[in-house]
């Protein structure tokens, strides 16, 4: 048998669902329980766009830096170390935008949130499946702003690992943003222009979104852009703050690495493998260069490094130019003990083993007796007290 003479076809998605005794309609359930005019798409549209714009710039810069912590083997020998400021300049945007997406989330989610009183909860089973991704795209943005900002004041109240929860959570706030925005395109496009006359509580409540936006820019941005430093009241870091004027994220006392082995020595790895003494590497030509640590966490502060190139010391170990670098640092353990330098940085003439910090010899805090400072790379990877570099 078929059925191609029986009822009509009905799509699936299209089933209609029964709506809910009237009796449980009470509460923000009532006909008419929300009374603001702002409860509106055009409103809705306009922190929608803000909101979307930074979410995705978000995301987008976020992924750069996943990437450049842990390049896949396809992309690893292609990463640039330019322009010097390259990650400074995305991780910062990484953060603000991040930070601002919080009061625009804030009011995006005031202006829609009745719509989470809908009656009936469920028209159809398209309706709940929409329902359902505007739940994991308010959950998943929700979690992956509060994950992201307490990883920027290095707190972590929760048992699994951050930076995958973080990109994956981020998977699954785009995936949402970007199935929300197709879905609402024609309603989007409907108010996307202004209409004469404008809502003045409208206006109003924009003007109050924006001033909350700019606020909390101001007063953390200057954890990264120098002109700001002035107002970062709320940023985690000062970046002017801390010994050798840089602040510290692991300090040697937490590494176990205040002072120095007395044997120590750099181990080069490679064709011709040696070791250096203190001497020996101060008897080597010496390099300066200003470049920044631009931390993930959101801070960046330049200085001036001093010491002796990478490139050097790999080709004295006989390493061709298309050599990458393991670094391995004097730290008993922690997740940075050990990284990966691409190729592009290891012959880049301003990637140095920095000896010297701002003039000084470093400080422990720094990575004494010696630390990686390299262009255009998250600061997890400019490892400090170095005791080996092996040419891959
Ligand atoms: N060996 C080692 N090097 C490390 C770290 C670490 O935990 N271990 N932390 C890194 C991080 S997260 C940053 S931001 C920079 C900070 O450098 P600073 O303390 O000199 O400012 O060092 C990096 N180098
Ligand atoms: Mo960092």
Redesign the pocket.
């Known amino acids: 048998m078929d059925d191609e003479h029986s009822a009509p076809h009905r799509r699936p998605y299209a089933l209609p669902l029964p709506t809910p005794p009237e009796v449980l309609r009470r509460g923000p359930l009532r006909e008419g329980a929300f009374s603001s005019a702002l409860h509106e798409p055009r409103t809705a549209v306009v922190t929608g766009r803000l909101l979307g714009a930074a979410l995705l710039t978000c995301f987008l810069t976020g992924l750069l830096s996943h990437l450049l912590q842990e390049p896949p083997t396809w992309l690893r020998d292609h990463l640039p170390s330019r322009p010097v400021d390259g990650y400074r300049v995305t991780q910062g945007l990484h953060v603000i935008t991040g930070i601002a997406a919080v009061p625009l989330l804030g009011a995006k989610l005031w202006t829609v949130y009745p719509r989470l009183f809908e009656w009936p909860p469920a028209r159809s089973v398209a309706h709940a499946l929409e329902r359902l991704g505007i739940a994991v795209l308010v959950g998943s943005t929700l979690l992956e702003l509060f994950t992201g900002l307490l990883n920027t004041l290095q707190w972590y109240p929760w048992p699994f690992p951050f930076r995958q929860t973080h990109f994956w959570l981020g998977w699954l706030a785009v995936g949402g943003l970007l199935l929300h925005i197709a879905v609402k395109a024609p309603l989007t496009a409907r108010h996307w222009r202004r209409r004469r006359p404008g809502l003045a509580q409208r206006r109003a409540f924009l003007g109050a979104v924006t001033a909350s936006v700019a606020v909390v820019t101001l007063t953390t941005a200057g954890q990264t852009v120098p002109r700001l430093r002035a107002l970062t009241l709320f940023a985690p870091r000062r970046p002017d703050i801390?010994p050798q004027g840089?602040?510290?994220?692991?300090?040697a006392a937490q590494?176990g690495?205040g002072t120095t082995p007395a044997g120590w020595r750099l181990t080069v790895h490679g064709p011709r493998p040696y070791e250096l003494t203190m001497d020996d590497l101060l008897a080597m030509p010496q390099y300066e260069a200003e470049l920044p640590?631009?931390?993930?966490?959101g801070?960046s502060?330049s200085a001036r490094w001093g010491g002796v190139r990478v490139a050097d010391l790999l080709a004295r170990a006989g390493a061709p130019p298309t050599a990458r670098v393991r670094v391995t640092?004097?730290?008993a353990d922690?997740?940075?003990?050990v990284?990966e330098m691409p190729a592009a940085h290891a012959r880049d003439p301003l990637t140095l083993l920095a000896l010297r910090?701002n003039g000084e010899t470093l400080l422990p805090?720094?990575?004494h007796p010696a630390?990686i400072i390299a262009p255009n790379r998250?600061?997890?990877?400019?490892?400090?007290?170095?005791t080996r570099l092996e040419a891959l």
């Open positions: 801390g840089l602040p510290v994220n692991r300090t590494a690495t640590i631009a931390c993930v966490e801070w502060a640092s004097l730290e922690g997740p940075y003990r990284t910090v805090d720094h990575g630390r998250p600061g997890v990877l400019q490892t400090k007290w170095v």
